[in-house]
């Protein structure tokens, strides 16, 4: 498969565009919007359906909304329902973006008002074709930006244990960039995962476990890590329904992981790439970090999405630096939506940079 997009009125038709883009997974934020900026549009973004609807309270230039399903505090369900009783947004189109590709969920989609589906991992082809569709040109900017994109995958892509990597960079458009970011961002906040949803299940939090799950599974899907991201579905599927095989389906999942995880530590070695940190150490700025964390504590519990946006800037402010092993850990317990622990986390930061442990 080759991606040409040529500067086409077609092309015109959507550079320039507003999407905003309603995810809460960093990881499939950045996959997203590295996707539709290449096709020259604007993004936005927000980290579930409640901050949607803020955005398009005090927004009203937006051509197209990219909508998750399921997300912390409002899903896509309830986030479209809401817009659609907004006769401003009568004819706003509103995609879905959903790991589960099943006719019931589009059936569900369509009723709620979406305009249509799309399926992760974001394949670049359906992605550009959607907005095609559904992108007006009288709604966008039509700018003569180049946004080109020539996509000719290297068909000697080399092949790792559990990985398809030339299929994954077909999805991404042969964009290498992303994918190392991808797998960099994988192993740094995604290797407890297996050890979370065990944990979940031993203690009968299935919800967490199943969340855990759907979200492996989709990001496996980006990583081209097939067989892992059947593991993952099939997981979900035995919880879901309550199957007494969850347990034996776990261990595939395991062995599957484990494969995978291998996989990419090569991959990150053979590029000199480090899965964790990358560039010269450093020491911590503890004028800067300081106040970062306090303000994360108490957004933790009040406001998500603006927590989850200072997060992203102490992991810039504390990446190669000594702590940064440490705040890794508030990622992880951040990604299981274990608000409490991770405030707990920060709080012991704090107490380090002062002195006191």
Not at 152 to 157: L, M, Q
Request: aromatic share 4%.
């Amino acid at each position: 498969m080759q991606v040409e997009l040529e500067h086409s009125q077609q092309q015109h038709q959507i550079t320039g565009a507003r999407v905003l883009l309603v995810e809460d997974n960093p990881i499939n934020q950045q996959i997203a919007a590295e996707l539709l900026g290449r096709f020259g549009l604007e993004v936005v973004m927000a980290d579930n359906g409640q901050e949607a609807l803020r955005a398009l309270d005090s927004d009203r230039t937006y051509d197209l909304v990219l909508m998750d399903l399921q997300m912390p505090v409002m899903d896509g369900y309830l986030a479209t329902e809401a817009i659609r009783q907004d006769q401003r947004w009568t004819n706003l189109p509103i995609i879905a973006m959903t790991a589960h590709d099943q006719a019931d969920e589009r059936a569900r989609c369509l009723a709620l008002g979406m305009s249509d589906h799309l399926s992760k991992p974001i394949d670049i082809d359906a992605l550009h074709a959607t907005l095609l569709r559904w992108v007006s040109p009288t709604r966008s900017k039509l700018t003569t930006s180049d946004a080109a994109v020539n996509v000719t995958p290297s068909a000697d892509e080399e092949t790792l244990p559990g990985i398809n990597i030339k299929r994954a960079l077909l999805l991404l458009g042969d964009n290498r960039d992303i994918y190392t970011h991808l797998v960099e961002s994988f192993l740094k906040n995604h290797a407890a995962d297996i050890t979370q949803m065990r944990s979940a299940m031993a203690s009968g939090d299935e919800l967490v476990a199943i969340r855990l799950a759907h979200t492996l599974k989709g990001l496996a899907g980006s990583l081209g890590a097939e067989s892992l991201a059947a593991s993952a579905l099939a997981l979900e599927l035995a919880l879901k329904q309550q199957e007494a095989e969850a347990l034996a389906r776990l261990t595939t999942l395991d062995s599957d992981f484990e494969q995978v995880v291998a996989s990419l530590r090569k991959f990150c070695a053979r590029r000199e790439v480090s899965p964790a940190v990358t560039g010269e150490a450093r020491e911590v700025d503890t004028i800067q970090v300081l106040p970062l964390l306090q303000q994360f504590i108490g957004l933790v519990d009040s406001d998500l999405g603006e927590a989850r946006r200072v997060l992203k800037t102490l992991d810039e402010a504390l990446l190669n630096t000594p702590l940064y092993e440490s705040f890794a850990e508030i990622n992880g317990v951040m990604a299981d939506y274990e608000t409490d622990e991770a405030a707990e986390l920060a709080q012991q930061m704090i107490k380090r940079l002062q002195g006191g442990g």
